[in-house]
């Protein structure tokens, strides 16, 4: 069973955010992003990996858009990455981007539910994330 580990807020700034996060709840900060596509915070209470993003650019950023503020998409760690993708398209989602790395590293494969609600999958976790 694929367990849910990792939950994506876009806010306009993740140090502040994070700042709130790690003050109000005592949430660990355990990583940052910063590419082409989005910058970020990265915090965990040590179940759950939150992800605080700001993206860059509007193709990253999805159907919601690069200023939208708010829950942004959500992520399961599965066993199985090619048998998970299977059942999901057959589910109705629809692949978005993103493919499993093949050197182990880091990777999320990002979807669209029926309703365009976007999810990614990975076999590796996030940081923080508890594997079970």
Partial sequence: MAKLRHLAITVPDPEK????????????????????????????DGVMNLALLHYKKEHYAGKLGREFVGV???????????????AIE??????????????GAFYEVK???PDGIAFDITANGWAGASKT
């Fill in 17 to 44: 955010a994070a700042e709130f996060y790690i003050q109000a709840f005592g949430l660990k900060r355990v990583g940052t992003t910063d590419w082409e596509g989005a910058q970020g915070v990265y915090l965990t």
């Fill in 72 to 86: 942004h998409h959500f992520g399961f760690i599965v066993e199985d990455v090619a048998s998970t993708r299977e």
């Fill in 90 to 103: 057959a589910a109705g989602g629809v692949h978005w981007m993103g493919e499993p790395a093949e050197s």
């Fill in 111 to 113: 979807y669209h539910d």
